[in-house]
């Protein structure tokens, strides 16, 4: 659904990679933002792209739509000081940049600031993006968005201080998993080495997010790993994670990123989901599969979206009827 006439395709095409070059070149204020329940590629583009635009002397104004959420195993990342609350956002922005926004209720509150702007460029590499922007830099081959941010700023020739280059690597060794998921490929292993010449500080980064965890969270992803479960039959291990937990322990839902990345690691299973109570009592599904197994198609149908390996959806139904949707839903792709 594009907004309006605007350029729209894949974001191997030149011709898109200039028309998003132009955007940002002929804005000067530039209003970006990336997704709810923020994660590491998307607080990676955005902080990155941010401090690109700076040095572009653009009047920048980032924003995450819950900035209440925003993971502390991020807070170490260069820019974060510049982030705006979103009611802060100026009206009539030259350009707003989404960045790893499958469609626009990724941007929650921040969509109509999106739409009210001169511009709208969508920056994404999901597979199931709507192609909502005026300029559509689209590549579901990409690694990451972060890797997509780094193309953009080598076509515009813009420069990339260590600070920017350690905010994408992040994006990128985050959303690829350490390099070990499936859209690690030379194109990212080739990114991840120009970031690095670019300076960007990886022992900061490996010690910070994969390193370092509360001894609250510690407890909790105690818990959810001693109430794990396997269901054989569809090669399926859950686990979950309720507001009870939260209270008990003193862990933040933020917190819990990579939580479902040990449940994954199971033998003998290809799909691994987490359940996430909200505070509105909602549940919040994560799901990662392994050895060619799909879990986007599964999300979709569920009303989320995601990767072939790593997607999610929110259910509005109790911990137990979520489970039980899941099961019927993997059953019907074929899982099992």
């Known amino acids: 659904m594009a907004r309006k006439a605007g350029v729209v395709g894949h974001a ?57 959420k925003f993971p502390p195993q991020y807070l170490f990342l260069p820019g974060r000081d510049c982030l ?22 990724r941007l929650d509150r921040l969509w109509s600031r999106a739409k009210g702007a001169d511009v709208l460029l969508n920056v994404d590499h999901h597979e199931d993006n709507s192609l909502f922007g005026d300029v559509n830099l689209v590549d579901p081959g990409a690694s990451s968005t972060s890797e997509l941010v780094f193309r ?15 905010c994408l690597y992040t994006g ?22 120009e970031l690095a010449a670019a300076g960007a500080d990886l022992a900061t980064i490996s010690r910070e997010v994969y390193e370092s965890q509360s001894l609250s969270y510690t407890r909790l992803m105690g818990r959810a790993l001693e ?13 979950y994670v309720t507001q009870r937990d939260l209270r008990e322990t003193g862990a933040s839902l933020p917190e819990t990123e990579d939580l479902i990345d040990h449940l994954r ?4 299973t290809k799909v ?31 009303g989320g979206g995601g990767h072939a390996g ?16 899941l099961v019927e839903a993997l059953r019907e792709a074929g899982h099992g």
């Not at 590491?40 to 104004?61: F, M, N, P, Q, W």
């Not at 705006?84 to 209720?105: M, T, Y």
């Not at 396997?230 to 291990?237: I, K, N």
């Not at 690691?265 to 003998?268: A, D, E």
Request: net charge negative; proline share 6%; with cysteine.
């Open 12 to 68: 191997m095409r030149g011709d898109v990679f200039q028309a998003a070059v132009k955007a940002v070149e002929e804005a000067f204020v530039v209003c970006l933002s990336s997704h709810v329940n923020p994660d590491g590629d998307g607080i990676g583009s955005l902080l990155g792209l941010t401090l690109i635009l700076r040095a572009l002397g653009k009047e920048v104004h980032p924003a995450l739509p819950e900035p209440e």
């Open 272 to 302: 691994a989901a987490l359940f996430k109570e909200l505070e509105d009592g909602r549940i919040r599904v994560s799901l990662r599969s392994r050895d060619g197994a799909e879990v986007g198609p599964v999300a979709r149908a569920m």
């Open 152 to 166: 953009l700023s080598r076509k515009g020739n813009w420069d990339l201080t260590p600070e920017a280059a350690t």
């Open 227 to 239: 109430r794990a479960e396997v269901l054989p039959d569809l090669g399926l291990v859950y686990s």
């Open 84 to 105: 705006f609350r979103p009611e802060e956002l100026p009206d009539g922005a030259d350009l707003f940049i989404a960045l790893d926004c499958s469609n626009p209720d």
């Open 172 to 193: 990128l060794v985050t959303d690829t998993g350490r390099f070990q998921h499936r859209n690690t490929g030379p194109g990212a292993l080739a990114v991840a080495s």
């Open 310 to 325: 790593a997607a999610g959806y929110t259910s509005d139904l109790d911990l137990e009827g979520s489970l039980a949707r």
């Open 265 to 268: 690691m199971v033998r003998g």
